[in-house]
Every structure is written in structure tokens, then in C-alpha cells.
């Protein structure tokens, strides 16, 4: 009876590989079960002993914090004394000390080297105060003393102007590059002007060039990107909201929405997870999309940066929300989806046709660069019978001499492709690409004729490397380029069994992801046939007449 069913069993080898396709789906699932449950747990316990995760921080550092604060009390040695002792160490702080002839009154400027028009504040206020203002100010009537409103309302020709009571906030507002102004006399400061630093000018974007459409992109000053959202024309709803983060080091941050159209639900999420956020200091855009992304486990990113004032303007007509942070040129859009990081703007510019057919060549791309070199690895070491004759016997012949398996091959030149593409970014623009280009065919050229590697494999691998070049999202090409890694894995101890395992996982991942609520995947799974025409392809413009019903806006119809 044995004799008989044997032949039919499978052998070691696929019960093997059958075996490792059921487990390690579960050990995944296990591993990443048991992260979220552990990291959870250490928050909560954080949470419960101090109230919030920096608190202990705090209390060590600052606990100077809960002490009252001191006000300006109109004694003018006492005052400067007090802003001399607080900030007066600086090197960069500097007092400037005159007469007002007119009110026989000492004062003050203080500032920071550097953070303010020299210009603006020797004609305007220097000028002003030390000699009465320009000609003619002087035949004015002025009152017996000297009054805040009288200075601002009639003395000094400037539009910001506001007062300090405090001198915490005092010290504070001239540490972050305001002038401040203290008059013998008066129990509050003036900050006169603006923090007017060194910027960069206006340039186009470098992450998202194009061939047809603005040549504008943001800036590192966050009154300049948000005039620029305003200069993309008038509307009255285009809302914008501050707030400030950083616990030690404080930056202004906005939020930006259409007031009639955004989800009111998504905007307060995203408010809430901005008010929460609570760390030193952050520089750059990156660290509030990590501190308020979904999932800080999943390799994909789920906040879309970009540099391209046009391209946040028409996410806020979709009912995004766009995110700003003084001292960076990338603004974040929440949500985002998986099908917005293979968008670009150049898209919608060009007619519908050429548009979509760009379109359809990013997601060829993007598959490409994800699974090309795990089923290069799959058909040659496992399923060379899937390929036919001629092309087989022709891949064979080209690998003759070469002493890695297929998975080593592979490894050797996408670890080598992925260097030169690191350090062609590190090296200076007129011999970064120079250095990729030839440093590419010096190396592929010299591992064929060592035999190494075969030819037919650096096709492979240089097609790879292209189709990751059509991705228009940095960060979503650097996602792609870390999970090929993980299905040449895959592919090397399951084969094509592993290669499709492979791509199903990333298909739940993605299914299962979400984005301030917003499926990730959508309109695929949950499937919404309406949005499908901004999808694969782009129908005419004329068709697209209801904004995408994922997020759920208050006016669904485009208004023409």
C-alpha cells in the first residue's frame, strides 16, 4: 500500500519551500503584532508616570518653567539690566542706546546681528526717534510725554508694530529675530519690524522638475510659501491656521485647507495630532510627517511632501490639507494615497491622452523597479521551463563561467548601482551625474569581462535602475528600492512560489493601510469605480466633474 502512495508524495525540497511559504507569512504577522503591542505598552507606561513622553525632560531641565514671570516695569536701568542679565551673553545680541531729544527720554533697540533691515530700522525708527522723524515731523503737535499709541499711531511709519508686557516673552521674541524697542518710562516693549534674515530666493523645485508648467517652488521663509499659495489666485475660503511646535526650540508651523470643502472630521485629526506633537525641536518637514503618520511601522510613506505650490493648491481643491514649516521648501499633503505618489502635475497639464499614457508608464515603472529583480531570479534558478527555448538557451549561454548563483549576480550589481546612486547624489551637480553614468558602465562593462556577472543580467539590473528614475516622489522610489531587496530574498528560497508571496504581502500591507483614515489603495480596495478616472488613466478634464468621493467633502461637485 506504501509502494503505492510514495511516488505520489511531494519531495523534502517542496514540502521545504511549502513549509516556509505558511510559516513566514505567520511570523511576520507575529513579529509585527508583538511591535505594536510592546511599543504600545512602553508609551502608555510613559504617559501614565509623567503626563506626557517629554515631561521628565522638562522637569530636569526647565524647572525654572513654572516660576512667575516678570513684567516690564518702566524703570529703564532696572529693565535693560534684566534683558542684559537673561540674554546679554550672546554675542550676537546687540544693545543700541539713544536719546529721544523730543520726549528727553533714554532708550533702546535690541537685536540680533543679522535677523533684521539695517536699512529700515536707521530711516524709520532710528531717525525718527533721536531727531523727531523726517522733516516736517517735528512742526507736529506732540503730548508732554511719551505713549505707546502716540509712537505707533503717530511717530514711527511702520505696519508691524505690537507691544510686550512680559519679559520672558520679551527675551523670547528677540532670541527668534524681532527688533525690540524700550523706552524710558513705559511698562511695555515694542517690536517694530519683522525678522528679516538672509533667504534664499525663489527657484524651481529640484525634486519635481517638469517640462510644461510653473517654474516656482517654495522656500525655507513660511510667510513666502504661504503668499504663494495665496498668489495662486483669489479665494476667499483658503484658510490658514499656526501653530507652534517644538518644546525647546519653537517654529511656526500652518495648515492650510479650503474651508467649504475639506472633511471637518480630517481637519480636526490633523489638528489633534499636531498638538501633540512634542519634541525639542524639528527642522525639517520629515519629522511631522513621522510624528503624525498612521503606521510608523510601514515602509510606505504616508504624507505626501512636495516643493510645488501648484500641486498643494489643487490637493486643497480635493480636500486635503496641506502642512507648513518655517525653515523648510517641502510642504506635506494629508492624506495621500498610493496612486497620488505616481501622479505628477505634468499630468493634468498635458492633454488627456499623452497624460495618461505618461501615467501608465509610471506604474510599469514602478512595478519594474519593485519585482524585476526577483523574478529574474525566480525563472533562472527555479523555473527556467516558464522561458522560452531560444531566449533560455541564450540566457544559459551568456552565464557560462560565471561562478555566483543568480541571487549573488543580483546582489552584487544593485548593491553596487544603489552606491553610485547615493554617491552621485553626495557629490557636487557638474560631476554627480557624470560620475553615476560612466561609473555605471565602468563597472558593469569590467564585471562581464571578469565573468562575474552576465550580460544579459546588467540589462536587468540598468532597466531596473531607469524604471525607478520614472517615479516622481523621491521618498516613494526609496521605498520601492528597499523592498526589492526583501523579494530577492523571497525569490531566492522560495522562487516564484516566494516572488508571488511577495507581492501578495505588500497587497494586504497596502489594502490594510491608511492614511488620516483614508484607505491607501483607494479607489482599488474599497473599490470606487466614480474615482477611477484619475486612476490608471486620466479622462478629459471636462469629465472630471465631482472631486474624489474618498474624502468625503462637503461639496462634492467641482464648481466650474
Known amino acids: 500500500m506504501w509502494s503505492k502512495i510514495i511516488p505520489y ?24 503584532t508583538s511591535l505594536y503591542s510592546f511599543v504600545g505598552s512602553k508609551g502608555a507606561k510613559s504617559k501614565h508616570s509623567s503626563g506626557h513622553p517629554l515631561s521628565d525632560q522638562h522637569n530636569e531641565g526647565h524647572t525654572d518653567q513654572h516660576e512667575p514671570s516678570s513684567k516690564i516695569t518702566g524703570n529703564y536701568d532696572a529693565d535693560l539690566q534684566a534683558i542684559r542679565e537673561a540674554i546679554g551673553g550672546n554675542s550676537d ?11 528727553q527720554a533714554r532708550s533702546v533697540l535690541v537685536f540680533i546681528e543679522g535677523m533684521q533691515d539695517e536699512k529700515l530700522m536707521s530711516e524709520q525708527v532710528m531717525e525718527v526717534l533721536m531727531f523727531g522723524g523726517p522733516q516736517g515731523q517735528d512742526q507736529q503737535e506732540q503730548p508732554k510725554g511719551v505713549s505707546n499709541s502716540f509712537i505707533k499711531e503717530s511717530l514711527m511709519p511702520l505696519t508691524q508694530i505690537s507691544e510686550v508686557t512680559r519679559m520672558e516673552e520679551l527675551h523670547e521674541f528677540i532670541l527668534l529675530g ?42 525655507e521663509v513660511l510667510s513666502e510659501n504661504t503668499s504663494m499659495l495665496r498668489r495662486q489666485g483669489l479665494n476667499k475660503s483658503l484658510e490658514m491656521k499656526k501653530f507652534q511646535v517644538g518644546s ?88 495621500v494615497t498610493f496612486s497620488m505618489l505616481l501622479q505628477s502635475p505634468e ?45 533560455i538557451i541564450s540566457i544559459i549561454g551568456t552565464r557560462q563561467g560565471v561562478p555566483f548563483p543568480s541571487v549573488i549576480e543580483v546582489m552584487i550589481l544593485e548593491i553596487s548601482i544603489e552606491i553610485l546612486r547615493e554617491a552621485g547624489i553626495r557629490l557636487p551637480k557638474p560631476i554627480g551625474p557624470a560620475m553615476g553614468i560612466v561609473g555605471g558602465l565602468v563597472i558593469g562593462d569590467a564585471a562581464v569581462n571578469a565573468g562575474i556577472v552576465s550580460p544579459f543580467l546588467v540589462i536587468v539590473v540598468a532597466v531596473t535602475a531607469i524604471s525607478s528614475f520614472s517615479i516622481p516622489t523621491y521618498s516613494a522610489g526609496i521605498t520601492l528600492r528597499l523592498l526589492r531587496f526583501v523579494g530577492m530574498f523571497f525569490a531566492a528560497v522560495l522562487g516564484m512560489f516566494g516572488t508571488i508571496l511577495f507581492f501578495l504581502l505588500i497587497c494586504i500591507h497596502l489594502t490594510k493601510l491608511k492614511s488620516f483614515g483614508v484607505p491607501y489603495v483607494t479607489p482599488i480596495s474599497p473599490m470606487r469605480l466614480s474615482d477611477w478616472k484619475d486612476l490608471y488613466i486620466r479622462v478629459p478634464i471636462s469629465l472630471m466633474k465631482r472631486r474624489p468621493i474618498m474624502m468625503k467633502t462637503q461639496q462634492g461637485k467641482r464648481r466650474s
Open 9 to 32: 508524495l511531494p519531495s523534502w525540497s517542496t514540502l521545504f519551500q511549502a513549509s516556509l511559504a505558511l510559516f513566514i507569512p505567520l511570523g511576520i504577522y507575529y513579529i509585527n
Open 347 to 391: 499630468d493634468y497639464y498635458e492633454r488627456w491622452i499623452p497624460g495618461s499614457l505618461l501615467r501608465l508608464l509610471r506604474f510599469t515603472g514602478a512595478f519594474i523597479a519593485l519585482m524585476g529583480p526577483a523574478l529574474y531570479i525566480s525563472f533562472i534558478s527555479f523555473h527556467p521551463g516558464l522561458i522560452p527555448t531560444k531566449l
Open 178 to 219: 524681532h527688533t525690540a524697542l524700550l523706552i524710558e518710562g513705559m511698562k511695555e516693549a515694542l517690536l517694530v519690524g519683522s525678522p528679516n534674515g538672509a533667504i534664499r530666493s525663489v527657484n524651481e523645485p529640484t525634486s519635481e522638475s517638469l517640462l510644461r508648467g510653473p517654474r516656482i517652488g517654495f522656500t
Open 93 to 103: 545680541v546687540h544693545f543700541r542706546e539713544f536719546m529721544m531729544k523730543k520726549f
Open 248 to 335: 525647546r526650540i519653537k517654529k511656526d508651523l500652518v495648515i492650510a485647507y479650503i474651508n467649504d470643502i475639506v472633511n471637518p472630521d480630517l481637519l480636526e485629526e490633523v489638528k489633534r495630532r499636531i498638538s501633540k506633537i512634542d519634541m525639542d525641536f524639528l527642522p525639517e518637514s520629515g519629522y511631522v510627517e513621522q510624528l503624525i503618520e498612521d503606521n510608523y511601522l510601514s515602509p510606505f510613506q504616508q504624507a505626501h511632501n512636495t516643493e510645488r505650490p501648484d500641486r498643494v493648491i489643487s490637493a486643497l481643491l480635493e480636500g486635503k490639507i496641506a502642512i507648513l514649516l518655517d525653515g523648510t521648501p517641502f510642504a506635506l499633503i494629508v492624506p
